[in-house]
Structures are given as C-alpha cells and as structure tokens.
C-alpha cells in the first residue's frame, strides 16, 4: 500500500501567503509599478531627487497637471474628450495678471471671477456636445481656438498687468517647518484636496457611477434612468474647473506668459490614459490619472537629465494616445 507524503502545514501557509501577496501586488493598477521605477531610475541618476525638499518641489511642479488630469478622466471616462484645457490655463493666467495688475487686494474676488468663468466655458462645452451633437473632439477644439483667439484679442499678442504676490503664493508658497520640510507648497496641499474630493466623487458616489454608465454602455444607462447629457455636462464643468485651479497654480509659480498653457491639453490627456483609462468611456480613476501625470512629470524629469526633453517631450505624448487609442480599438472590437 502506497502513502502519499502530505506537505507541511507550514509549507502550505507559505503556499497561501506567496498566493495572497502576488494577488495583491496584481490588484495594484500598473501605473503605479512604473511610477515607481520611474522614481528610482531618477533617484539612480540624482539621489538628491527623493530627498524631501526636492521631492517636495517635484509634487509642486508636478500638481497644475495632476489636477488637469484629474479632471480630464471625468471626460473621458464619460465618453468625450475636452481639448479647450490648455488653452482655458493660458486664458486664467492672462486674465488674472491683467485684472489684477499687482494689486493684492484684486485677489479675493479674483479668484472666485475665474472659477465662474471657467464653470461658463465647461457648460458651453457640455452643451454644445450634448445639445447640438457636436463631436466633443470638435466641440473642445472649437473653444481651445476661441478661448487663444480672445486672449490674443485681450493682450494684443503679449501680456499686460502682473500677478500679486498673495495671488502668486498658491503655486510657489507654502508652509514653513511642515513635517520637517523647509517648505510643505500650497500646490501640494491644493492637489491632495482636490484629488480626494474628486476620488470619492467618482468612486463613492451616485453621480460617479453615473458617469462610468454613461460612458460604458450610453444606451443601457438612458434606459436605466441615467441622463446621460446632464452627466457629461457635469464632466466638462469638473474638467473646466480643475482648469481653473491648475491655471491658478501655473501662472503662481511661473508667472505671466501666453504661453502658459500650451499642450496641456494633450499632457493631460497622455496622462490619464497612461493611468489605465480607456479612449471611449467606460474604465478608469482618479488615482490612476493622478499616478499618470506624476509619472509623466517624471519622464519629462528623466529626459531633461538626459539633454532630451525638448525633442522627445512630444514624441513620449504621441507614443502614449496612440498606443491607447489602438489599446482601445482592439478592446471594442473583442468586445463587440
């Protein structure tokens, strides 16, 4: 009669716990793996780049695009695109210098002014998409031009007026001796609100669940009660105001130039779908967009070392969307 050896009751709970741990790690998104070995190539070539206060500075650096993003995964998690972002930063930081012109008491129903503003140009954008059935791509593109040729308009081709320095503050101040930093930026602390409350919003809400039904499958959501236009409405206003505050942010640490916000349309773009998000609605998250433009940030920092960011900047951008656009292609057509 033959015996079969049964393992040790310990080698078995080490079977179960490798189990368990490689579950997780796969439950992990997998920009978060590359993030972090982004981070390390860069800590590999400049050590000094993780140490608090440099690290600090790159979160700092790093929020006017991770809040655009944060907001653009609305959109297209909805189904659309909003291509009017970069051009909606630009006209903030303009407008901002030249209605406040200095002055520090312009600030406190300046800011306030913009955030209408931007509401203003996210339900133009909403509406015209939903209402009149404009293609979003059209539609956003249309106000990307309309918003660059008012600027143009506003400041005769070179800005006027200069920010105040209270108003500056936002993108290139902080808190002094913060958990032992020399400086904790407002910028960070900014980007963290404003990630949280947009992560619970997608994540934990009713209206959350409504964009991701809108986006998924238009049709089934309509019929299961969902009004599909006055959530990617809503997207667009999110996606407009997190504009607003990136513009804040920008136009505070680098101060007033035409050109503040060109190409960040497509940065945050590039960024959300580097966090997983599908090109056609349906899949993706806050947290992940938030991961894509820190790990975008960090290629763009990765390249400057190398002398390359100016000619490959773009070329990392393009590489990103299409490989996400023929991720999504090839995705709808097993599907359907």
């Given at each position: ?20 741990a ?26 000094v780049f ?34 009017s ?20 008491g ?6 306030p002014l913009?955030?209408?503003?931007g ?24 106000m ?7 600027v143009f308009?506003?400041?005769g081709?070179?800005p ?6 209270n ?7 902080g ?6 930093l ?17 992560w ?31 959530v990617r ?7 407009a ?7 804040i ?14 190409g ?10 580097l ?8 899949r ?10 820190l ?14 960011a100016q ?14 656009a ?11």
């Open positions: 009669m033959t015996v079969t050896e049964q393992p040790a009751p310990d080698v078995r709970r080490g079977e179960g716990a490798g189990r368990r490689w579950g997780l790690l796969r439950a992990v998104p997998p920009i978060w793996v590359i993030l972090l070995v982004v981070i390390a190539v860069l800590a590999w070539r400049n050590p993780i140490e608090p206060d440099p690290f600090a500075n790159f979160l700092r650096r790093s929020a006017p695009l991770a809040i655009l993003a944060a907001g653009q995964v609305y959109v297209i998690i909805a189904g659309e695109f909003d291509l972002v970069g051009a909606l930063v630009t006209a903030v930081v303009v407008v901002a210098a030249r209605l406040s012109d200095g002055d520090p312009n600030t406190w129903w300046l800011v913009l955030l209408a503003g509401l203003l140009v996210g339900l133009v954008n909403g509406l015209v998409t939903t209402r009149l059935r404009v293609p979003s791509f059209i539609a956003t593109l249309g990307l031009l309309v918003l660059n040729g008012a308009l506003w400041s081709g070179a006027r007026g200069s920010l105040a320095d108003f500056r503050e936002l993108g290139r101040r808190i002094e001796g913060a958990f032992g020399t400086m904790l930026p407002y910028a960070v602390l900014i980007l963290v609100a404003v990630g949280l409350g947009l619970w919003l997608l994540g934990h809400s009713r209206f959350g669940h409504q964009v991701y039904a809108a986006g998924g499958n238009q049709r089934a959501a309509a019929l299961s009660g969902v009004d599909v236009r006055r409405t809503t997207a667009f206003v999110i996606s105001l997190c504009a607003v505050v990136a513009g942010l920008l136009g505070g640490a680098t101060g007033v130039t035409a050109e503040a916000g060109v960040y349309e497509f940065q945050a773009i590039a960024a959300v779908v966090g997983g998000a599908v090109l056609g609605g349906g993706g998250s806050v947290g992940t967009a938030i991961a894509g433009a790990t975008l940030q960090a290629l763009f920092s990765l390249l400057n070392q190398f002398g390359l000619s490959l900047r773009q070329v990392v951008q393009g590489v990103i969307i299409i490989g996400a023929a991720y999504a292609a090839r995705r709808m057509r097993r599907s359907g």
